[in-house]
């Protein structure tokens, strides 16, 4: 029954949103008598669309050109909602079960990763934001530091900077501005390697006893529109009798 509401609810705003996302303007032509011209011009928007849509496929597949994603394969969906006071906290994409989403699975741009999901429909499915406020399931990630890798948990997002926060970090070991932070692989389901964003300020914290990491975001959390949720690929999954 929870899963009929969700996807209940969700018609509506597919209804909604892919006109505005694709169509603005497409059925009144076909009323008002516009000239030829105005149409080309409408075929040569949606072709440059088109295109927009395929360079940042391959965008998101070039960021996906590591040993650890070939067991992933992206699906593309669309966000078809987001509530003004969650806006920073959740939103929810056009595929759910029936196309294979499952919880856990990480959501990305041709950025960098967005989020992951949390509850999955018959036909959508929820997404948490890295910025979301949810306390649970921190994610774990890698700052690269030269040639080392700095394990840590994102504690929080600073909605005053738009910054990620990760915290205790042992004082010993050596971050500096600029440098990447990606996933850790240690979440279910979550590859390694995908690309956050990097390091803006690093800090001691009150105590002094450990260092405060704050990171941007390669994707801008407050404006998304097509992701891709990165699917395990069945073929990569071990056998459940036990044989490889």
């Known amino acids: 029954m929870e899963q009929y509401v969700g996807d209940t609810v969700s018609v509506p705003q597919r209804v909604l949103s892919y006109p505005l996302h694709i169509l603005t303007g497409s ?12 149409d080309k011009n409408k075929i040569k928007q949606l072709e440059a669309e088109n295109e927009r849509l ?8 070039k960021e996906l050109d590591i040993k650890d994603i070939s067991k992933y394969e992206p699906l593309s969906a669309t966000v078809i909602a987001r509530n003004p006071d969650q806006w920073m906290n959740k ?16 959501v990305i ?6 989020g992951r ?29 030269d040639s080392k890798k ?26 500096a501005k600029g440098d990447k932070v990606v996933t850790s692989g240690l979440a279910n389901q979550i590859p390694s390697n995908l690309y956050i964003g990097e390091v803006t300020k ?5 105590y002094g006893l450990s260092k405060e990491v704050r990171v941007k975001t390669a994707a801008d959390l407050s404006d998304l529109d097509h992701v891709y949720v990165a699917q395990r690929d069945p073929k990569t999954l071990p056998d459940e009798s036990g044989d490889e």
């Open 202 to 206: 690093v800090e001691n914290d009150q």
């Open 117 to 145: 999901v949390v509850k999955v429909n018959q036909f959508s499915a929820q997404v948490d934001l890295l910025s979301t406020s949810s306390r649970n399931g921190k994610l774990s990630v890698n700052i690269q530091h």
């Open 109 to 114: 741009t041709a950025e960098g990763l967005v």
């Open 150 to 175: 700095i394990f840590g948990l994102i504690n929080h997002y600073d909605r005053k900077t738009n910054e990620l926060v990760i915290s205790d970090i042992d004082n010993k070991d050596k971050i």
């Open 27 to 38: 059925i009144d032509g076909l009323f008002n008598g516009k000239t030829s011209k105005e």
């Open 91 to 106: 939103a929810i994409i056009d595929k759910g079960k029936k196309a294979g989403i499952k919880q856990n699975q990480a």
């Open 54 to 61: 395929k360079a940042e496929n391959e965008g998101f597949r």
